[in-house]
């Protein structure tokens, strides 16, 4: 009983000792101090109907000091069953030195914890049925409003200052209208190498082609138009065809700033499916120059 009593008595001070009007302090985090930190502000959307975001998760990297600002770009993050490397995915985001981002999350019909993932971060997750990483990256843009727009596979990574070099390249030459950088290859250990990769480029860097190495402006987007599902495992490259025949400037950030991994997983272990594809991208390329040709078009 007296130790009843005492409890009670400490309970009442607590309670006098509080300025009116004030509550007890808060232990929910806050994430204003990273662009995709911890979802006490993260918003989940669903092409059929809203999910709860999942439980709060720590950054395992820091987020760096933002000390460039410039146009707000658009980071679309398509992900399917990407559990296992997708947090080290957003984690790179968290990283760079560039303030303007969103981050928009697709999440393509996941039946791992993907969403819950991508929920703990400071993210917009959209979540439909699984239609292919086209159509996931198409919706990732139309949900975004961006005056730049920049990919990011599930399973790769970005250095620090792979945004700001970019926005930084566009913005030094207004013609241009997409931007690509070098990459490395990240070959997870145990995992053996695809017969298409060189031995040498396990290790040295290459003009990055993949979605993780892309910036474009959203007019030139539009122009060319969104991804096309019709290619499962080489919308990419039927997107940069489609840009280069239309016409649309680029260039490239000679740095290496995106890390391509390769894990066993990929689709690109399909060998004979990725080269049905990419002759399928270049006959239709080839029949759109000769379109242009025959019309008298430059």
Not at 8 to 20: F, G, I, L, Q, T
Not at 114 to 136: D, F, H, K, T, W
Not at 230 to 236: A, I, S
């Amino acid at each position: 009983m007296r130790l009843g009593r005492t409890a009670e008595r400490r309970r009442r001070r607590s309670v006098r000792s509080r300025r009116p009007g004030t509550r007890p302090p808060s232990t929910r985090p806050c994430c204003t101090s990273s662009p995709i930190c911890r979802t006490c502000c993260s918003s989940t959307r669903s092409t059929t109907s809203a999910t709860r975001a999942g439980p709060t998760r720590r950054l395992r990297a820091s987020p760096a000091v933002r000390t460039v600002t410039g146009p707000l770009v658009s980071v679309i993050v398509p992900v399917h069953n990407g559990a296992r490397f997708l947090a080290a995915a957003l984690d790179s985001v968290a990283a760079q030195d560039y303030g303007s981002m969103e981050i928009v999350v697709v999440d393509d019909g996941s039946s791992d914890n993907s969403a819950e993932i991508a929920a703990s971060y400071r993210v917009r997750l959209l979540q439909q049925p699984n239609r292919g990483v086209a159509e996931a990256r198409n919706a990732g843009v139309a949900e975004s409003s961006g005056e730049l727009l920049a990919f990011l596979d599930q399973d790769d990574l970005w250095l620090e200052r792979k945004v700001s070099r970019q926005v930084a390249a566009l913005e030094a030459d207004p013609t241009l209208g997409f931007v690509l950088t070098r990459m490395d290859i990240l070959l997870e250990p145990g995992t053996p190498r695809p017969e298409w990769l060189p031995e040498q480029m396990r290790w040295q860097d290459s003009r990055g082609t993949v979605p993780s190495a892309l910036m474009v402006r959203r007019e030139a987007f539009e122009r060319v138009g969104g991804f096309d599902p019709g290619y499962r495992l080489t919308c990419d490259a039927d997107w940069l065809a489609r840009a280069k025949d239309a016409g649309v400037r680029w260039s490239a950030v000679d740095e290496i700033l995106v890390r391509y991994r390769i894990h066993g997983g990929n689709e690109i272990y399909d060998r004979d499916a990725v080269l049905r594809e990419v002759l399928a991208v270049v006959g239709a390329s080839l029949r759109r120059q000769r379109s242009v040709i025959g019309t008298g078009g430059a």
